[in-house]
């Protein structure tokens, strides 16, 4: 099974909107969501598409990042008491419990305690918590075990058991601006690794940092698309980068010029890129001359890698 990490921004939760229908059945891909902004709208008509079409989510119920820094602030309270109907399904979300190095082995047994002869997840963040006590705190409970890449994963596999255990890859390599990418880059080979291992999955960033970051908005320079592909034995990305880079020049010259890019390797190499519904979209923006923005543009390519990946998954 495929665990795609996401912060639940807006662009991206419409990315799983948008893969709903085809997440496999039984479901393949299991999105993991740990929010970082506290408007609960567009993370309640995700939950919503969702159910509708008997898929879930794993939601990390503790976020503590970006706006969910300051605990318990009242932001925080309105969006818990908007998730609460929700969490409340158990066929809809699998509670997740987000450790960091503020947080204690007391209380991981009290979220194991506060959802009992529930399927959960547990996000391990540093190796704070040793692995026999994250394993007995987690006995008799139907859980998977999601390892950040800071955490040691072979002694974490070891006491929980490779079957309960998935590494979440930080494959993409992130640059410092738009305009400092170029070519193609590795995105991991854990898509074939996690079955041999015995794993639970494979889980990544998809096309984004693995460390979160709040990039605001802002007039943008360099427009880049990152198409994810299959190659022989590994994912890989292709930067399509516009050659307009100043920010005041307009996005839908920046916009074509990146789409023109990618629908000459498509020429080069027709079948490196699967025919994605995001990527059906960026041609037919090109050829309607409207373009989207640039939560828009986030949004297609982690829908264009989603729907890789699916297509590895056999879906």
Partial sequence: MYFPYLFGKRGELIAIRGLAGPLGSPQKIWPVIEPVKTGASSLVITLKALKK??????????????????????????????????????????????????????????????????????????????????????????????????????SYAAALGAASTVDIDDNFVTQSTNGDYSGTAGQGTNHFSWVTGGRAGFSDYTVLPGTYRDTGGGLMGALVIHLTYEAPTELR??????????????????????????QAQRKATPTRFRLSPALHTYITQQTAGKYTNAEGNKRQQIAHHLFTVGKVLGL
Avoid at 117 to 126: H, N, S
Avoid at 242 to 258: L, N, Q, V
Wanted: charged share 15%; glycine share 2%.
């Fill in 237 to 262: 990305v292709q930067h399509f980068v516009s050659a307009t880079r100043e920010r005041t020049d307009p996005m839908p010259t920046k916009f074509y010029e990146a789409i023109v890019d990618i």
């Fill in 53 to 154: 079409v008997s898929a879930g989510i794993y939601l990390v119920v503790n976020p503590s990042q970006d706006e969910f820094a300051t605990p318990s602030s009242p932001e925080q309270l309105v969006w818990h008491a908007a998730l609460a109907p929700y969490v409340a399904d158990p066929a809809l979300v699998r509670p997740t419990y987000l450790q960091t190095a503020a947080t204690t082995l007391r209380d991981l047994k009290l979220f194991v305690a506060t959802y009992p002869q529930r399927p959960i997840g547990v996000v391990l963040t540093t190796n704070d918590l040793a692995p026999a006590d994250v394993a007995a705190a987690l006995t008799g409970t139907a859980h998977v075990v999601f390892l950040h890449r800071a955490v040691a994963s072979a």
